[in-house]
């Protein structure tokens, strides 16, 4: 049954246009069972132009986002900064640190090597060669799991839900080749870089080239302690390596071991052990500082291209911002919840809102609530710059692609954040139209499938829809 023969008579005087073309005459082009809700308002104004299904709660995948960057903007502001440290709480006699050196790790989530590289040189100008204390791995500004709940068990190892822990170096994530054996039946063999701090196993049995074992043995990786992996199932014999990229789970492991490298490097030595520091403690004195951009650039780079490693570190960092305690991820949403009724007057009312990235399927958010946001930041965009931050329909981020919206003819015009997961198409954003008219708009658009067969063009009903959809918003307001 399609889905328009579901919706009830009362949908039937929800109209689009001034020519009362019902939204059902666009989810016509969905594939049968998709859920649409859908809002559209101007800028400015209380009364929605379109109100489809407004109050339906729906997976709003990355459009979380959106929640996620206004608070941080309303509580940090546009110019905070992480910073990760190096400290002792002992002088510094001749060549010698007389105590632990401590790297303070505060969920920075564009740290790099090279970052750590500066900050081990540093501690080098300043005279240091030896250290008579242990190496400590601070990780206290964050608390509980570094995975939120809801996540997909099978995306964990993945590197775009690589765990927003404390301790992060180069988006804590690596890459291997994996090679198959020359004899079939013995297992394919991987080759990681030296410089990469994890440790991987093959158990992958390599298969020849018509084997039919293949169509339903698939590669799996299992994640050990202190980042040791174990890769199980069958690759079929190929010419060139297969080239694969892995999550770090143990991110204060991963990090310990990449100071120890760069300390041994510049050749400076320690008589300790390499240790963990989980509860707060008192600051030492400061030794060695590196500072990530400013929020209002990281926001720009996790709206434009979806991080969510950047989403999920800001969303613990304001829980533990606004709380004065370790971050996590419930004290973020508590967080969030009040910074967005305080002080932008948005309602959060029964959403569900357990991380800050849009990952977790526990999420759930109503298109006015989301229109609530849109409304303010449309209100406040000239303090807050927002709507420049968001993807651009034809240009940049995640939205330079779209081939709906490039058929709609709104390049340009569009600036929207996207929302996607497995079966979800989300929108929410803002369209100026033909005629001026600033318009703000959600879409949610969950439960779309096809049939196996039609795979390779499974997003064609996808852009049937939102081609008209968009074009007659644009061309009509």
Known sequence: MRLSRLITALTFAVTLQATATPVED???????????AFMAQRVGDTTPIVDYHGKQMALPASTMKVFTALAALLELGKDFR?????????????????????????????FTRQDLRNM?????????????????????????????????????????????????VDKNCFSISLYSAKTPGENAFIRIASYYPAHMYSEVKTLGPNSGEAQ????????????????TGCLRQRNDPLPLAFAVQDGAAWAGEILRDELRKADIDYVGHLVRQTQPSEPG????????????????????????????????????????????????SDAVRRILRDKAGVDMGNTIQVDGSGLSRHDLVAPDTMMQALQFIAKN???????????????DGTLQYRGGLHEAGVDGKLSAKTGSLQGVY?????????????????QYLSGYAVPPEDQRTRRVPLVRFESRLYSDLYRNY
Not at 381 to 395: E, N
């Open 26 to 36: 666009y989810t016509q082009y969905l594939p049968d069972g998709t859920n649409l």
């Open 82 to 110: 992480f910073q990760t440290t190096f400290e002792s709480h002992q002088k510094i006699a001749g060549d010698t640190l007389q105590g632990d050196l401590v790297a303070r790790f505060g969920g920075d989530p564009t």
């Open 120 to 168: 081990v040189a540093q501690l080098k100008q300043k005279g240091v060669t030896h250290i008579q204390g242990n190496l400590v791995i601070d990780t206290s500004v964050f608390a509980s799991h570094d995975m939120a709940p809801g996540w997909p068990w099978n995306d964990l190892t993945q590197c775009f839900s690589a765990p927003p822990a404390a301790a992060i």
């Open 216 to 231: 339903y043995c698939e590669l799996d990786v299992n994640p050990g302690e202190l980042n040791r992996y174990t890769l």
């Open 285 to 332: 004195t400061v030794l060695a500082i590196e500072q990530s951009a400013p929020l209002h650039s990281l926001l720009h780079t996790m709206l434009k291209k979806s991080d969510n490693m950047i989403a999920d570190t800001v969303f613990r960092t304001i829980g533990h911002h606004y709380f004065n305690v370790p971050g996590t991820f419930r004290a973020g």
């Open 381 to 395: 965009d000239s303090s807050l710059d927002f709507i420049s931050m968001l993807p651009l329909a034809g240009y």
């Open 426 to 442: 989300n929108l929410a954003g803002f369209l100026t139209t033909s005629r001026g008219t600033r318009i703000a708009f959600v």
